[in-house]
């Protein structure tokens, strides 16, 4: 969700932006909000993914921790970033994060416990859970 500038008012140059540019900036938030609902979908897809890894590895008696998965899931991702010209560092912290969560789920699954974490939950129950650097299964 985003807010609307309001027209009429002026930025810092003191210029009020015209009626066209109000609503190409409009167009693009859009665009934005679109894309936004996109990646939610797939992180969601995501982590649902990452939760059948968990019961397959507690199914079958599989270790959370493959420590070859890590490396390889930041290298496609720096590699995404070098091709289009965007920060490793900003990927490497996305997937950070994404792995952390990832764990966590596995976690969760693995152990047997089947709820999600509210808000100002650590996630981790009492268990101990990897640091995103360690190297787990991230997907």
Request: glycine share 8%.
């Amino acid at each position: 969700m985003y807010f609307s500038v309001e027209e009429g008012k002026s930025d810092d140059s003191g210029k009020a932006p015209d009626a066209s540019a109000h609503q190409a900036l409009e167009d693009l938030r859009a665009e934005l909000d679109a894309v936004d609902a996109t990646l939610l979908d797939a992180l969601g897809r995501r982590l649902e993914v990452c939760r059948r890894i968990g019961e397959l590895k507690r199914r079958s008696d599989i270790a959370m921790m493959q420590p070859h998965r890590i490396g390889l899931v930041h290298e496609r991702a720096r590699r995404y970033a070098d091709s289009h010209s965007l920060s490793p560092a900003f990927f490497d912290a996305l997937y950070d994060l994404l792995i952390a969560e990832t764990c966590r789920l596995e976690e969760l699954v693995i152990n047997g416990e089947t709820g999600a974490s509210g808000p100002g939950d650590s996630g981790h129950n009492g268990h101990h859970r990897p640091h995103p650097s360690t190297n787990v299964e991230s997907s």
